[in-house]
């Protein structure tokens, strides 16, 4: 019994990455709202900041392995959820006489149901697979490689967020003929931002397993996503 309570115990540093975590998928969101370019790229601002959740994603699966990940993947779905709902019923809510906001603030939080719904779906599809894959190549290299297993994630899990996200949300809207472009741009340049990323990442992984003397390999787990309660 004493092993099971000291198997389940959320240490510290965990707790501080899904803070961060959290503020990231909630923060993305909100810059989500404006169009930004890169010379020829044109993107949302939410690229600012949404690369670093799948960078989280990472280093906690590296630690402390998938069932961890799992739990703070939906941790982050939760809070995510309950930023655009509230911000919904403020947005339907009328704004009083003497405001004058109202459109700026619809724009921020005036999320619509199409967009949320497909922002959801591959957020979770999205950052399910980069754990999948990051957990299934740290057993069969025995741990090695960890710049290149960050990276692999990242594109498989970018990839299934974009292919995810595009149609659903924008489908209709523009061009089908761009879709192609738009996924690839977007899984380009955040797997760009992962590479960039690696040198702090790499440093943050080996602090924590150092800190927490933890290295977790995913040996005889289950992958079900809804086994939240699995630590």
Not at 184 to 196: G, M, P, R, S
Request: charged share 15%; hydrophobic share 50%.
């Amino acid at each position: 019994m004493e092993k099971i309570k000291e198997n389940q115990k959320i240490s510290v540093l965990f707790m501080l990455y899904g803070i961060l975590f959290c503020v990231c998928l909630i923060t993305a969101n909100v810059l989500e709202t404006k169009q930004i370019s890169f010379g020829p790229a044109n993107m949302t601002a939410g690229l600012i900041v949404f690369p670093v959740s799948y960078i989280i994603n990472d280093v906690v699966c590296e630690v402390w392995g998938y069932r961890r990940t799992r739990l703070l993947i939906w941790l982050g779905f939760a809070m995510n959820f309950m930023f655009v709902v509230f911000g919904a019923i403020a947005d339907w809510i009328p704004g009083a006489p003497y405001w004058h906001g109202e459109e700026g603030f619809h724009q921020i939080f005036g999320l619509a149901p199409r967009i949320a719904g497909a922002s959801f779906l591959a957020f979770l599809a999205g950052s399910f697979v980069n754990a999948y894959v990051m957990s299934k190549m740290k057993l069969n290299s025995e741990g090695r490689n960890f710049s290149a297993r960050a990276v692999l994630s990242t594109v498989f899990g970018e990839f299934t967020d974009s292919v995810i996200f595009f149609p659903l949300a924008l489908g209709g809207v523009i061009p089908w003929e761009e879709m192609p472009s738009l996924v690839i741009t977007q899984v380009t340049l955040k797997t760009v931002y992962e590479i960039v990323a690696l040198p702090v990442t790499i440093r943050v992984v080996n602090f924590t397993k150092k800190h927490d003397h933890e290295d977790v390999f995913d040996r005889d787990i289950a992958y079900n996503v809804f086994k939240v309660k699995e630590l």
